[in-house]
Structure formats: C-alpha cells, structure tokens
T-cell receptor, first 112, second 113 residues
Framework: GESVGLHLPTLSVQEGDNSIINCAYS??????FIWYKQESGKGPQFIID?????DKRQGQRVTVLLNKTVKHLSLQIAATQPGDSAVYFC???????????FGTGTKLQVIP | KAGVTQTPRYLIKTRGQQVTLSCSPI?????VSWYQQTPGQGLQFLFE???????NKGNFPGRFSGRQFSNSRSEMNVSTLELGDSALYLC????????????FGSGTRLTVV
C-alpha cells in the first residue's frame, strides 16, 4: 500500500546549529527509508538510507533515527551550513518493486 | 558511472500541443520512474517501467503515457497539454530487482502557455 512521507513545510535554523527534520509515514509495512536533498534547480539527491531492522544510522554530519512503533523518522544534520539549505524528503517504501511515494518535503533555511 | 540524463532541460509548449520527454538511466539500471513536481503538490508519481513493461502507475489521466526501450531508456508523453501540466518532470532510475534507492536526473522544466 501507499506510504506517504509527511513533513512540516519549513524549518529555519541558525548556521552552526543542529537541524532536525521529521517525517511521519502511514504504512506499517514500509521497510526501507531514504532521505533525499533537493537543491534549487536540481533533482533530489540521496543522502542516507535506513532499513527497518535498524533504529539509527549515521553518515557524514547526518544521522537518521527510525521509530517503527510510532511510524516516525528523523534526519539530524550536525553543524548546519548554508549549503544545507534545500528541500528534504523522506521516502518510505515496502518492497523493491513497490512505487516510492514522496511527501511535499521540508524546506530547510539556514540563517547566516 | 554517468548519472541519469534527461532531455531537454527546458521546454515551452502551447496548450493543446503534445510533448515527449526523454530519460537515460544509469547503466545497468532496468527500472525508470517518472515524477511530476509542482510547488504545491510535491513529487507526484506518474509511472514506473521495468524491462519495457509498466510496473506501477500513479493517478494521472490517460494523457500521460510512457514507454521504455530495450536499452532501458524511457520516454514520457503528454498529449493535449493543459496549463496545469506546467511542472518539473523528474526521471529516476534504480536497479529494480531489489535495490530500492532511486537516482534522479535533473529534470525537464515544462512550461505550458
């Protein structure tokens, strides 16, 4: 079934602070989650992914947390920089053959 | 490895015309998906092709169609264009056999006047 990633529309953060972008999904069968970053004029780019058998995964300056009980995941960006300004999407999916449905995303604005 | 290539990057068409957009996936990827992105609606799924067959379909009218060739390249066609079709059309490819993650192209910006 469809599982849309639901986001808050905007988030403003001071440069150097940590950012937390949240996403709620509806399909409990979702077992794979990707975060994408879309800068103005470009297509979405893969940031980090997490499978449902994990509750935390870390990358470079980014951490994704998954709470399957409440169907929620978050993307944490450490020491936010101006280059982090973009729209961020979470994309839940269930099975490699299922379509991936995105929400409207969260626009992160970094205040210098 | 070359990324996903979409052509053209920009397009201006008149209401009632039709348009064809092209997408070349990452080499080895057999799945190609198309999305429409508008400011208010976010990324809306159009369809996915895998090995020349449509595997998934979104909730768009029949004016939107697509196809995939034996080399995995894909085209989407929109007939009888309407003003509301103005959007960024994104193509994404993936392995399609269990690799879930998409790689997106930069999109085609379609403006209907």
């Amino acid at each position: 079934g469809e599982s849309v990633g639901l986001h808050l529309p905007t988030l403003s953060v001071q440069e150097g602070d940590n950012s937390i972008i949240n996403c709620a999904y509806s399909n409990s069968a979702s077992d794979y989650f990707i975060w994408y970053k879309q800068e103005s004029g470009k297509g979405p780019q893969f940031i980090i992914d997490i499978r449902s058998n994990m509750d935390k995964r870390q990358g470079q300056r980014v951490t994704v947390l998954l709470n399957k009980t409440v169907k929620h995941l978050s993307l944490q960006i450490a020491a936010t920089q101006p280059g982090d300004s973009a729209v961020y999407f979470c994309a839940p999916s269930s099975g490699g053959y299922q379509k991936v449905t995105f929400g409207t995303g969260t626009k992160l604005q970094v205040i210098p | 490895k070359a990324g996903v290539t979409q052509t053209p990057r920009y397009l201006i068409k008149t209401r009632g015309q039709q348009v064809t957009l092209s997408c070349s996936p990452i080499s080895g990827h057999r799945s190609v998906s198309w999305y429409q992105q508008t400011p208010g609606q976010g990324l809306q799924f159009l369809f996915e092709y895998f090995s020349e067959t449509q595997r998934n379909k979104g909730n768009f009218p029949g004016r939107f169609s697509g196809r995939q060739f034996s080399n995995s390249r894909s085209e989407m066609n929109v007939s009888t264009l309407e003003l509301g079709d103005s959007a960024l059309y994104l193509c994404a490819s993936r392995d399609g056999t269990g690799g879930y993650g998409y790689t997106f192209g930069s999109g085609t910006r379609l403006t209907v006047v």
